[in-house]
Nanobody, 125 residues
Framework: QVQLVESGGGLVQAGGSLRLSCAASGRTFSSYVMGWFRQAPGKDREFVAA????????DYVDSVKGRFTISRDNAKNTVYLQMNSLKPEDTAVYYCAARSGYSGLYRDPHQYDYWGQGTQVTVSS
């Protein structure tokens, strides 16, 4: 059974940085795609970034390109989202998600099978 546990959220001033972690267990994730999504109050869940665990290829929504970096640590079975130059509009609950995938990347949250519980990120102006 796949389990995803996020951590690292918090309150930060605009321009600051946070690093989110997603500890994954229950599978060998080398053939999985891991995604980060976020959901602000009253809005739909939004794709932020994804990484193909085996290939290491990545994808980002335009609004975070150049500011956020997704990465994975094979030894720790953990995926990270380094968030720099944070803006108030980045405020949301951030979720880690997983699905099997050998060669692709996915942006649609309905294409993911497993989800973490979410971690709150609040950026003050």
């Amino acid at each position: 059974q796949v389990q995803l546990v996020e951590s690292g959220g918090g309150l930060v001033q605009a321009g600051g940085s946070l690093r989110l972690s997603c500890a994954a267990s229950g599978r060998t994730f080398s053939s999985y795609v891991m995604g980060w999504f976020r959901q602000a109050p009253g809005k739909d869940r939004e794709f932020v970034a994804a990484i193909n665990w085996g290939l290491g290829i990545t994808d980002y929504v335009d609004s975070v390109k150049g500011r956020f970096t997704i990465s994975r640590d094979n030894a720790k079975n953990t995926v990270y989202l380094q968030m720099n130059s944070l803006k108030p509009e980045d405020t949301a609950v951030y979720y880690c998600a997983a699905r099997s995938g050998y060669s692709g990347l996915y942006r649609d949250p309905h294409q993911y099978d497993y989800w973490g519980q979410g971690t709150q990120v609040t950026v003050s102006s």
